[in-house]
Nanobody
Framework: QVHLVESGGGLVQPGGSLRLSCAAS????????MGWYRQAPGNQRELVAV???????NYADSVKGRFTISRDNAKNTVYLQMNSLKPEDTAVYYC?????????????WGQGTQVTVSS
């Protein structure tokens, strides 16, 4: 069982930066792929970025070149550095931890943190 807590959200002007953090209660080293998702009002939750157990990364096209996902297994923490923010990045951002055992995937979610990009 993994408990996730996000932090770092807030209000920022267009073009600004924020760094989100996701602290895990249990060990996320080696075994968990970690990801950031977001959900804007009226929209489905969408993948923003993922970092695998071997630290490979993948990003949604809409954030490539602007966002960077990273993980510190020693601190059981995952980060999302968001630069050049746009109003369309406004959403609740959720941290996800995914454990795969054989072919079964177990997903854990944080409570979310609000990011608002507005002037």
């Amino acid at each position: 069982q993994v408990h996730l807590v996000e932090s770092g959200g807030g209000l920022v002007q267009p073009g600004g930066s924020l760094r989100l953090s996701c602290a895990a209660s249990g060990s996320i080293s080696r075994n968990y792929a970690m990801g950031w998702y977001r959900q804007a009002p009226g929209n489905q939750r969408e993948l923003v970025a993922v970092i695998t157990t071997d630290s490979s990364t993948n990003y949604a096209d809409s954030v490539k070149g602007r966002f960077t996902i990273s993980r510190d297994n020693a601190k059981n923490t995952v980060y999302l550095q968001m630069n050049s923010l746009k109003p369309e990045d406004t959403a609740v951002y959720y941290c996800n931890a995914q454990l795969t055992i054989n072919i079964v995937k177990y997903n854990y979610w944080g409570q979310g943190t609000q990011v608002t990009v507005s002037s």
